[in-house]
């Protein structure tokens, strides 16, 4: 081997954790924290975009395939098709259409989590009684308003916790974005994989962040949901 | 895309080494070893524990963190350690460490899949069991085994068709298998490659999801799995 001598940092001259290629390396945390910041922001912006772009289409997509049953056996077969491509050949497919970076990424990403959430707000919606649907009917709820006022938070339990599953995967999935230079946290990971406190702290991050969002995820839910904590006695039947 | 097209056509493609047919044979090799590692190691496992009727927060949480692990990760950080020198035989590079973390990915939806099953097995039909005089090792071997099963193939199944996703991805840090094709594309800037390698590798994943549904209906007709 040729000996390099490109002008490294100066932090790679002398004897320290970096050159040692330790784990841990509070110096690597002191001369790449930026690195580290952009590499996170990303990641963060990727997962949103991909969970909220997954949301606008499957929304609609639900409330379509359960006012047409027809509808129904197509969409869940679709989106589950899509979910079976792994990722990587996803994102690669998308290529030629819509280029490296973010743009491939995120619509990669929200095809998956359109699969988590389509079954979430279908299953979400089937478990609301229908002796509960019978009353509202009887009291003059028309469909819009049995919609918003009865159906939506009755579903909301099974709805978000699909948010979360899809939300957490997303956050994982973002890694695979590296192989087009958008990967977030994937992308630190990659680039030198002999790099030790490098691989750790984007691995350790990624893990940190899926379970960040996740609570954040739970709280929301707690919110939204009051209704629920008061009543724990009446657990759902999962079928 | 007639670059695509060229590819699919090109002999060489098919033929030697980095043949397509290797590739897959190195993909089903990896994929079949390691589900097998998860099913030694987590199948008694969670049988006893569904059996038990303990544990249920521990199967919850191992599905949560395989969900929140990306596979890039943990095969960068086991790549680093012991696990990653040197090759092991049709694994390649880091043989080893590869074959441990899809072994480990495939782990939650064996052990979900099992542990639900044999937890849901009718309570009646195991205090029956028992009233007739059968051991614990007998109740679970020849009442719950059985009328779990469909649920615990479910999971077996599930856990196929998502290390055989994995394992392509696996080929961006090390690892034989289909992945291989794609991550040459990109190194070599070749779209035509990375869209070929990627057909190969979304058709074999749906082929073999179809081919799992078709078998679970020939084996069992009467019943259709929900999962």
Known sequence: MVPQFAPPLDVTFGDNCL??????????????SEELQTALVQHVETVLASVLLGLVIAIPLA??????RTLEGIVVGATTAIYTIPSLALFSLLVPYTGFGLRTV?????LYSLTILVRAILDGLAAVPADVRESARGMGYGPARMLWRVEVPLALPAFMSGLRVATVSAVALTTVG????????????????????????????????AVALDVVLVVLQRLLTPWARAGRRTKAVVG | M????????????????????????????????????ALVVGLPLALWLGHRHRGGLLVINLT???????????????????????????????GLATLVT?????????????????????????????????GEVAVLRRVELPL????????????????????????????????????????????????????????SALVLEVTFLVLAKVVDPGRRSGA
């Open chain 1, 19 to 32: 050159t040692r290629n330790e784990w841990i390396c509070g110096k690597y945390y002191e001369t790449r």
């Open chain 1, 178 to 209: 590296s192989i087009l230079d958008y990967g977030g946290l994937g992308d630190l990971i990659i680039e030198d994989s002999t790099f030790k406190a490098q691989v750790l702290a984007g691995s350790v991050l990624c893990v940190a962040l």
């Open chain 2, 148 to 203: 779990a099963a469909p649920l615990i193939i479910s999971g077996i199944r599930l856990a196929v068709v998502q290390v055989w996703a994995t394992a392509t991805i696996a080929a961006l840090v090390s690892g034989p298998g289909l992945g291989n094709i794609i991550t040459y594309g990109y190194a070599n800037n070749q779209t035509a490659i990375v869209v070929s390698g990627s057909l190969i590798v979304a058709v």
């Open chain 1, 63 to 68: 409330l379509l395939a359960r006012r047409y």
């Open chain 2, 2 to 37: 007639n670059g695509v097209l060229d590819w699919f056509g090109d002999s060489a493609n098919w033929h030697g080494p980095d043949g397509v047919p290797v590739l897959l044979g190195q993909h089903l090799l990896l994929t079949f070893a390691s589900v097998l590692i």
């Open chain 1, 106 to 110: 995120v619509i990669g990403l929200g």
């Open chain 2, 64 to 94: 949560n963190i395989g969900r929140a692990v990306p596979i890039i990760a943990l095969l960068s950080l086991f790549s680093l350690t012991v696990l990653g020198t040197g090759t092991l035989g049709p694994f390649g590079r880091a």
């Open chain 2, 102 to 134: 899809l072994a480990l990915f495939a782990l939650p939806p064996i052990v979900t899949g099992a542990y639900t099953a044999v937890v849901g097995v009718d309570g009646d039909v195991v205090e029956a069991a028992r009233g007739m005089g059968m």
